[in-house]
């Protein structure tokens, strides 16, 4: 059996998603920017899809600005933010300290430009809450980011609350929303939120697309120049058809979120049920207030890394947390700041479900997970030390 368990890192192209896209690899390939017809047409597929991606957030169509990923969206988000802030005096920002390093490391580069950086603490269930916010907003904060939900241990943070706080105080406020967009419900307007980023291969779109929400008003720092698209804040030829694969592979989450919400909560309850039985294990954040699709363990006395190519060889596609810190050798920054020792840090598994995903793959990962934990800790020195009353448990 092959089982795809590993949708936070990326997620399978629908054909929806697809389908949409190839009128413009082929008899539509004209550049929007150009006046002639077939160029035009391009263009309004860009309208279009700009439209789409608008009614799916709650926003308007001119606050969408289409960029490469999430990753981008990130760094433009905070740039333009702290470039605002500075303009008026205030060179404060609050952030989490488990951040995607998207985020994270864009806060490195402004705290060497002189930005005083907050990390919120998260506690072990991995959230903070709009009073923690509150308390850290000073006179010269500039801007909030927190992300909507967490990409390696799913817990989902209390983004509505925190953004009505940030627009009463005056602060600008931005979310990484990759992990939650075409997952949860997004409403940037009810949600009070300023900035927002998004990419389509986590809801079944293309790669190398993604998208900034700016809330009209909220001026943006480019970081890309040469040319005037997006409005002239993101140069470069719109990726038209990757543009419109994401648009309707999020018009098609979003219309089918209550379906497969109600799917996959129920396969993610059951594989957690059955792995939480595994003697010296632990669930990574809040068993309800997660992703529907994000199940997140640690076990004792094994390398994350051992699981992994245990479980390929048995068809299962899993990961250990980030795939974009998958080549480190460090322990996961989200587990460590949800108070997991390097130790217990290091044999951490992220299995991510989709609505593809069923029930029989399920009763397999459940049958196969618990024996390569028992075939590795059975070939670990340190488990037999444990076992023997020379090292203590942790878990």
Not at 26 to 43: K, T
Not at 324 to 342: E, F, K, W, Y
Request: with cysteine.
């Amino acid at each position: 059996m092959n089982i795809y368990a590993d949708n936070a890192a990326t997620t399978k192209m629908s054909r929806t998603a697809i389908e949409a896209m190839l009128p413009y690899m082929d008899g539509c390939y004209g550049n929007p920017s150009s006046l002639h017809s077939l160029g035009q047409r391009a263009a309004e597929a860009l309208a279009k899809s700009r439209k789409d991606i608008a009614a799916c957030l709650g926003a308007e169509p001119q606050e969408i600005y289409f960029t490469s990923g999430g990753s981008e969206a990130d760094n433009q988000a905070l740039i333009s933010a702290a470039a605002a802030g500075e303009r008026k005096g205030k060179k404060h920002i609050i952030s989490t300290a488990f951040e995607h390093h998207a985020v994270l490391h864009t806060l490195e580069k402004l705290k060497k430009q002189g930005f005083e950086i907050e990390l919120l603490d998260v506690g072990r269930e991995g959230t903070v809450t709009a009073a923690q916010v509150e308390k850290a907003i000073r006179p010269d904060t500039c801007l909030v980011t927190i992300m909507f939900a967490n990409n390696e241990i799913g817990s989902i943070l209390p983004i509505a609350e925190i953004g009505a706080l940030c627009r009463q105080k005056g602060v600008l406020f931005h979310t990484d929303a990759v992990q939650a967009a075409g997952h949860l419900p997004i409403d940037v307007k009810a949600q009070k939120i300023d900035l927002l980023s998004l990419s389509a291969h986590k809801f079944h779109g293309p790669k190398g697309t993604g998208v900034l929400f700016a809330r009209k008003g909220v001026p943006l720092v480019n970081l890309i120049e040469g040319g005037a698209q997006e409005r002239g804040k993101r140069a470069g030829t719109e990726n038209i058809p990757a543009i419109a694969g994401m648009a309707a592979a999020l018009k098609e989450a979003t219309a089918r979120m209550e379906e497969n919400t109600a799917k996959v909560t129920a396969l993610r309850d059951r594989l957690i049920e059955g792995l939480s039985k595994i003697p010296h294990s632990a669930l990574s954040g809040a068993k309800d207030l997660r992703l529907p699709g994000n199940v997140h363990f640690c076990f004792e006395g094994i390398e994350g890394e051992s699981l992994l190519l245990l479980l390929d060889e048995k068809g299962i596609c899993a990961s250990s947390g980030s795939a974009c810190t998958s080549g480190s050798l460090d322990p996961s920054h989200v587990l460590l700041a949800i108070g997991r020792s390097h130790e217990i840090a290091h044999g951490s598994l992220r299995l991510s479900l989709c609505e593809e995903n069923t029930d029989e793959e399920i009763a397999y990962m459940l049958a196969e997970i618990p024996k390569a934990v028992e075939q590795l800790r059975g070939m670990s020195p340190l488990w037999r030390d444990k076992i023997n009353g020379k090292r203590e448990f942790l878990l």
